[in-house]
């Protein structure tokens, strides 16, 4: 899981730096890999964070087996569509991902009236308000700081997109960070917890956030290529003008988003204001194709990691005979 | 963890006042010439002094 969540994510933080040729693919990796790293084993957290967001009642589930099976089946059912949609060069978000597939077991197990719906309902919610807050902010940026402050008065348009690429990297930098104290949980929290119903008796936090770490650094050297080409160079033509507005428009929307508790998809962030700044060159500057097609890998994610679970669910079930 | 969104704010907010700072530098007569390392590192400098004042007053 930690290895799908490298590969598709990275490209959250790198990908705008890629596309505009401020960095290369290499020096990117190598840089967001300290950066991931540092996060994920720092800030971790992975102790309070609920698996899937808590949408399952735990305490609906009849045994503690059921648990542990269920909490495999989401990280092999959320695993088997991130593959796929890093396959297919299509950014997801990895957390709704998790809570699809958790979604899908708690429906088996526990019911209907095991599933927190209010929750679901934000999570619903944050499809729409993560792209559209990141396209906006980053239209705006870009619109009225960049290309009407800067890009307008500037004697050498070369040397401004050089300072805009320093900045960028230095967003870039800090989005790997957050990206890697939050998403690490996403794969080492159900771990923990899987442990801790089985009754083990001593479990290294530290030893599981750097396993969870090394396993993202790992997914972003491996495969995050896919991915990071979609979002720097197939939705629309970054520079870095437009690089640094899409990443310090998410990264400001992220922050602002988590300081009052809303509930925010990074992947869906980045995307919005990668397409906001394409949007501020017209419509034709933008892939809408590629739009359409992310889109769509959004809309199913949910009920497809849901699916994958459940059939893992019931097939390990069968097996053990639980 | 407060450590961590103390992190965050003082990342986002250097950014922010550095990028304004690098807007104007590379727009007024008096420093447009320099050259753009010049420009990041003395935008980066003062945005950092402006951040920590703010965040730790």
């Known amino acids: 899981m930690a290895w799908n969540i490298g590969a598709n994510d990275t490209a959250n933080s790198i990908g705008t730096s890629v596309g505009s040729g401020v960095i290369s693919m290499r020096g990117a990796l190598v840089r967001i890999c300290i950066f991931d790293f540092l996060g994920a084993v720092l800030f971790g957290g992975y102790v309070t964070k609920t698996i899937g967001k808590g949408i399952v009642s735990l305490d609906k589930i009849p045994s503690s087996d059921l648990v542990v099976i269920g909490a495999l089946s989401s990280l092999l059912g959320a695993g088997m569509w991130l593959t796929l949609a890093t396959w297919r060069g299509l950014p997801v978000s990895t957390t709704h991902s998790i809570v699809g597939a958790v979604l899908g077991f708690g429906l088996v197990a526990a019911g209907w ?125 970054i520079t870095p003008t ?54 769509v890998s959004w809309f199913v994610t949910v009920p497809l990691t849901a699916i994958f679970s459940v059939a893992i669910f019931l097939l390990v079930r069968a097996w053990l005979g639980v | 963890m407060i450590e961590k969104e103390a992190i965050a704010l003082i990342w986002v907010m250097s950014i922010g006042i550095a990028a304004l700072l690098s807007s104007i530098m590379l727009v007024h007569e008096r420093t447009q010439n320099w050259s753009e390392r010049k420009i990041v590192f003395v935008s980066a400098i003062i945005s950092l002094i402006i951040t920590a004042s703010v965040v730790f007053r």
């Open chain 1, 113 to 237: 009236q095991g599933i927190k719906w209010s929750v679901m309902k934000k999570i619903v919610a944050s499809w729409f308000t993560s792209p559209i807050a990141g396209a906006v902010v980053a239209f705006l940026i870009y619109t009225l700081l960049v290309k009407r402050f800067v890009l307008k008065r500037a004697k050498n348009v070369k040397k401004t997109e050089r300072v805009f690429g320093y900045l960028q990297v230095a967003t870039a930098m800090y989005v790997g960070f957050a990206f890697g104290s939050n998403d690490v949980a996403n794969a080492v929290g159900p771990i923990y917890m899987i442990l801790t119903y089985s009754g083990a008796e001593a479990v290294n936090p530290v030893g599981l956030l750097a396993l969870g770490a090394l396993g993202i650094i790992l997914g972003a050297v491996t495969w995050g290529y896919k991915v990071i080409e979609t979002i720097g160079k197939k939705v629309t033509e």
């Open chain 1, 242 to 295: 437009r690089g640094f507005a899409a990443e310090f428009s998410a990264a400001s929307v992220i922050l602002v988003a988590s300081a009052v508790g809303m509930p925010i998809s990074t992947t869906h962030t980045i995307v919005g204001a990668v397409i906001g700044v394409g949007f501020a060159r017209g419509i034709k500057a933008l892939n809408i194709g590629m739009i359409y097609r992310i889109l």
